[in-house]
């Protein structure tokens, strides 16, 4: 009998808090779907280092597509309904990502979940996300969906105040996280992205994260 404890129909889904799931690899068969529909947001908005309120430029490279993107610049941090940089309407937010992010709302527990804004993230190796809350968006009842793309990450996630303890969680390629509830406010970050090269994506992170911010 030969016995094997590969899971061919790949990992379950895993509670990592009240209401955080993580759904490995539910990203993984559209991936090329999600590069097809990400390909023209980024020439309309291409990824750009915001300056954060204290006068220095973010690590992360970001861009944003749907009716509202998330900006910062000397003013503080906000949504707005258009880029900056060019100063028209954020490109709209595409049909792939508007039914990946329903579905693993779902998978997760989170019914009829409809974002508004995808925040998409660039990381080249060395580059972290310190510890932060969520807290620019008009509905904190409103869950989060992240799909993760490209190099491994080790993503932070703590409680609700900044010096609580945080538990490391590996996020790759294919991933997608889903949070809500009382989960919604927890402090998280990333830890510095390690060298290499991702036979897809290169030497790059990018991670999408779903909102609903107006
Ligand atoms: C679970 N982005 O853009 S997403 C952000 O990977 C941001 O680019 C990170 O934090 C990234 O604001 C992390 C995953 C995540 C974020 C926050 C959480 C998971 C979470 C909060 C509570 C529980
Ligand atoms: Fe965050």
Redesign the pocket.
């Known amino acids: 009998m030969i016995q094997s404890d590969l899971d061919l129909f790949g990992p379950q889904p895993q509670r990592l808090a009240s209401h ?1 799931v993580l759904l490995p690899g539910f990203a993984l068969a559209q991936v090329e779907r999600l590069l097809d529909a990400l390909r023209p947001v980024l020439r309309a908005a291409p990824f750009r280092h915001m300056r954060t309120p204290g006068g220095l430029h973010m690590a992360v490279a970001l861009t944003n597509c749907g009716s509202l993107g998330w900006v910062s610049d000397a003013k503080g941090y906000r949504y707005s309904p258009t880029d900056p940089v060019s100063g028209e309407p954020w490109p709209a937010l595409p049909e792939a990502l508007l039914d990946l992010a329903g579905r693993a709302a779902a998978a997760a527990g989170f019914d009829a979940f409809i974002p508004d804004a995808c ?1 998409v ?1 660039h990381y080249l190796p060395g580059t972290r ?1 310190s510890l932060h809350q ?1 807290r620019d968006e008009a509905d904190f009842g409103q869950p989060i969906v ?1 799909v993760s793309l490209g190099l491994p ?1 080790v ?1 932070l ?1 703590g409680g609700f105040q900044r010096s609580d303890k945080t538990r490391r969680i590996a996020l790759s390629h294919g991933d997608v ?1 889903v ?1 809500g509830g009382e ?1 919604r406010l ?1 402090f ?1 970050g ?1 830890l510095p992205i390690k060298p290499g090269v991702h036979p897809r994506m290169g030497e790059r992170r990018i ?1 999408l ?1 779903l909102r609903k911010a107006g």
């Open positions: 955080t925040l993230n996300l969520d992240s990450a993503f996630l996280l949070w989960d927890r998280h990333v991670n994260t």
